[in-house]
C-alpha cells in the first residue's frame, strides 16, 4: 500500500526495544516538526483554500500526537529530551533541485512530507505487532492509522495541484531514491534513524 521500495528489517525494533526513552522522545519531535510543516504549508500557499483547511487540521492533530507521545514520557519518569537531527529526512530533502515553478516546489514539499508520513506508517507497524511493551504497541497501532491518513492526503494533493502523470513520475523516483537512503539507517532508536 505504501509503495516503499526497501522494507525496515524487523530486527530495528530490538534496537529501539532497548531505549524507549530515545525513541519517544524522537517521536515527540517528529511530531512537532510534522505540526511546523503543515503551518509552512498554510503560510506558503495561502491561496490554496483546501490545502489551508486540511493544514489546519493537520497542525492540531500532530500537536494533540506530540502530547499524547510527551504523556507517554511523563508517565514513565522521564522528561522530554533534545532535539535530534533527523539524517533521514535531512538526506530525503536533497532529491529534488532547488528552483523551479512554484507549483514544482509545492508539489515537491508535498511528496517529501507524503514519503516521511509512509515511512512513519511502516515503522509505526512494525512498533505495533513487534514491541514487547503491548500499551506502546497498541498506542503505535492506532499512531500507524493517522500516518496512513496524512501520506495518502500529501499524495493525493501532490496529484491534485500537478501533473499526475509528472508527480507519479517523480514518485517512482522519489521511492528509489529514499530506498538507498534507507539502506545506510535503520540502525538507531529514532523514527526514521
Known amino acids: 500500500m505504501l509503495g ?4 525496515t528489517d524487523p530486527r ?25 510543516t503543515a ?21 492540531k492533530e500532530e500537536m494533540s500526537h506530540f502530547k499524547m507521545v510527551h504523556d507517554k514520557i511523563v508517565a514513565r519518569g522521564w522528561t522530554l529530551g533534545r532535539e ?3 539524517e533521514y529526512v535531512n538526506q530525503l ?3 529534488f533541485p532547488k528552483g523551479g515553478s512554484r507549483t514544482d516546489f509545492l508539489v515537491h514539499k ?18 505495533s505487532e513487534h514491541l514487547e511493551d503491548k500499551e506502546l504497541a497498541e498506542f503505535y497501532r492506532k499512531l ?3 500516518e496512513a491518513n496524512h501520506y495518502t492526503m500529501f499524495l493525493g494533493f501532490a496529484r491534485q495541484f500537478g501533473n499526475r502523470e509528472e508527480v507519479d513520475s517523480k514518485w517512482q523516483s522519489l521511492l528509489e531514491y529514499e530506498a538507498k537512503i534507507m539502506r545506510n539507517l535503520g540502525t538507531k532508536e529514532t523514527v526514521h534513524g
Open 4 to 7: 516503499l521500495k526497501l522494507p
Open 84 to 86: 535530534r537531527k533527523d
Open 12 to 36: 530495528w525494533v530490538n534496537i529501539v526495544e532497548k531505549n524507549i526513552e530515545e525513541i519517544l522522545t524522537d517521536h515527540a519531535f517528529c511530531e512537532q516538526k510534522a505540526a511546523s
Open 93 to 95: 530533502m536533497t532529491f
Open 110 to 127: 508535498l511528496l517529501y512530507a507524503a514519503l516521511i508520513e509512509a515511512r512513519s506508517c511502516e515503522r509505526f507497524r512494525l512498533l
Open 39 to 59: 503551518i509552512s504549508f498554510i503560510v506558503l500557499f495561502p491561496e490554496k483554500t483546501e490545502l489551508v483547511q486540511e493544514m489546519t487540521a493537520l497542525v
Open 144 to 146: 500507524m492509522v493517522s
